[in-house]
């Protein structure tokens, strides 16, 4: 017993050293495995990012290139491989990797997000291939399959959605969208930007030639977090007063998101 114990410590001791799920000491593939299906996952996903889709073909099994040349073409600006799931004695495998993309928004706006790719694989002729089982709405790494029966039960894998227009159009905004100022006085007012954008972001300010009000940004660029400030400047002109009620607008745009901000300065007693 003492030393089946002595013999088993070292196992114990790799186990808790590299954080190992249990269940992944059962479906971890043989190392020339492994390799050999990274190598085919990398080659096919590199000649998508570089738009060589009939090379990408050369890793598609026969059974699925009608889906594949149906199917919309995902590029990715950059891809990384996060984790292979093996079955059916490493003989078919699911991979999730990370592609870096763009998300086409209103106002042809183009923003890069991360999202997750499944795709699933088999081994054929003593090859890995690429192959999708037609069904019912499902998502691949080249969008949404046309219908079809279920063939041989290969279940797509959730993934993840990227964030809505909505969401991405709202981490660009102003703590206010309206500024009073009395027409008879000299002012100062000031609008805070604030990008909670991943990467840069750019301000522009749509020009604007009104000879009493000056406006500046002190930054017009920012990263996620950082804040810009617009000041709105008013200096009566005595030859052209303001009429009490009357209003200006101050537009500026924030890139890659293609956001339009509108602020309007109003003209009190």
Wanted: hydrophobic fraction near 40%; charged fraction near 25%.
């Amino acid at each position: 017993m003492a030393v089946s114990m002595r013999a088993s410590i070292p196992f114990l001791f790799a186990c808790v050293v590299s954080a190992q799920d249990p269940a992944d000491l059962f479906t971890s593939a043989p190392p020339a495995v492994d390799q050999a299906l990274r190598e085919r996952i990398t080659k096919f996903f590199q000649a998508q990012s570089e738009g060589r889709f009939r090379v990408a073909d050369q890793y598609v099994h026969e059974d699925s290139k009608d889906i594949f040349f149906e199917a919309d073409k995902r590029r990715c600006h950059s891809f990384e491989i996060a984790r292979i799931n093996y079955t059916e004695s490493f003989q078919r495998a699911t991979a999730m990797v990370t592609c870096e993309t763009d998300l086409l928004l209103a106002r042809t706006g183009l923003v890069k997000v991360k999202m997750p790719l499944t795709s699933f694989w088999k081994v054929s002729d003593g090859q890995w291939w690429w192959y999708m089982t037609p069904v019912k709405s499902r998502t691949t790494p080249f969008g949404e399959m046309k219908p079809g029966p279920p063939a041989d039960g290969a279940q797509a894998s959730p993934v993840r959605k990227g964030p809505s227009m909505a969401d991405i159009l709202n981490m660009v905004r102003a703590d206010r969208n309206e500024v009073r100022i009395s027409a008879a006085t000299q002012a100062v007012e000031s609008v805070i930007i604030t990008s909670l954008l991943p990467g840069e972001m750019r301000l522009q300010l749509e020009p604007k030639s009104v000879p009493d009000l000056k406006i500046e940004l002190d930054r017009t660029l920012l990263k996620e977090k950082e804040t810009a400030t617009l000041a709105i400047r008013y200096q009566p002109d005595k030859d052209r007063p303001r009429a009490i009620g009357s209003t200006e607008e101050i537009r500026l745009t924030a890139q890659p998101v293609s956001r339009t901000l509108a602020v309007r300065v109003v003209f009190t007693r």
